[in-house]
């Protein structure tokens, strides 16, 4: 594991921070490097779970994930690539699937609202200030409700920050995600390396 600037070692956790690195040991068999990043900072951390969890209960778990993906791809974020294409490939996508969604979701076989919907998180992650109104009436066409567009909104702008603090610090993808298929593996690898 990797990080540009120093992190709390699970030996060494206290507090808030050893609560957290419990947590993710409960859920997912070790301290991930997402809580890691933040370890110096363990409240702001909770604050931002906090904030993602607020986000992503008021949106189905396709369309989060979609928006998510869209956001993390637009970016090349290998960690959030491999964390939110695993929670795709858990929830029915084919490796197929989800290598079409990655090369061009265009073409991917999604709904035109989901395309959509994926067009318009890229814009929010690429350029915010880019957005007009036609962007709106197209997603209002499709078939968002402003809350629907709100929420993709906001989900986008999370993923940008998260995804430019783990990319900025260095830090690694979980080594969970070196268990996924290969074919999965390979096709959600962005703009920075993760070996298997």
Same mark, same amino acid.
């Given at each position: 594991?990797?990080?540009?600037?120093?992190?709390?070692?699970? /030996?060494?956790?206290?507090?808030?921070?050893?609560?957290?690195?419990?947590?993710?040991?409960?859920?997912?068999?070790? %301290? /991930?490097?997402?809580?890691? !990043?933040?370890?110096? &900072?363990?409240?702001?951390?909770? +604050? &931002?779970?906090?904030?993602?969890?607020?986000?992503?209960?008021?949106?189905?778990?396709?369309?989060?994930?979609?928006?998510? =993906?869209? %956001? +993390?791809?637009? =970016?090349?974020?290998? &960690?959030?690539?491999?964390? #939110?294409?695993?929670? *795709?490939?858990?929830?029915?996508?084919?490796?197929?699937? *989800?290598?079409?969604?990655?090369?061009?979701? #265009?073409?991917?076989?999604?709904?035109?609202?989901?395309?959509?919907?994926?067009?318009?998180?890229?814009?929010?992650?690429?350029?915010? !200030? /880019?957005?007009?109104?036609?962007?709106?009436?197209?997603?209002?066409?499709?078939?968002?409700?402003?809350?629907?567009?709100?929420?993709?909104?906001?989900? +986008?702008?999370?993923?940008?920050?998260?995804?430019?603090?783990?990319?900025?610090?260095?830090?690694?993808?979980? +080594?969970?995600?070196?268990?996924?298929?290969?074919?999965?593996? #390979?096709?959600?690898?962005?703009?920075?390396? &993760?070996?298997?």
């Amino acid at each position: 594991m990797s990080f540009f600037i120093k992190t709390v070692p699970d /030996s060494e956790a206290t507090g808030k921070l050893r609560e957290l690195y419990d947590a993710d040991i409960k859920d997912l068999g070790i %301290a /991930s490097n997402t809580t890691r !990043s933040f370890s110096l &900072f363990p409240e702001t951390w909770e +604050a &931002f779970r906090g904030l993602m969890g607020g986000i992503r209960k008021r949106m189905r778990l396709r369309n989060y994930e979609l928006t998510t =993906m869209a %956001a +993390a791809m637009e =970016m090349g974020c290998t &960690f959030c690539m491999l964390a #939110h294409g695993a929670v *795709l490939r858990k929830n029915s996508f084919t490796p197929e699937q *989800l290598e079409a969604l990655v090369k061009d979701f #265009h073409h991917a076989g999604l709904e035109d609202k989901e395309v959509v919907m994926m067009e318009y998180a890229q814009k929010v992650v690429r350029e915010a !200030s /880019s957005t007009t109104q036609a962007d709106f009436d197209t997603l209002r066409k499709a078939g968002w409700t402003d809350e629907d567009i709100l929420s993709i909104t906001l989900a +986008a702008a999370v993923r940008s920050f998260a995804s430019k603090v783990f990319d900025s610090l260095g830090a690694d993808p979980d +080594a969970i995600y070196k268990d996924l298929d290969e074919e999965t593996h #390979h096709v959600l690898i962005g703009k920075r390396p &993760f070996i298997v």
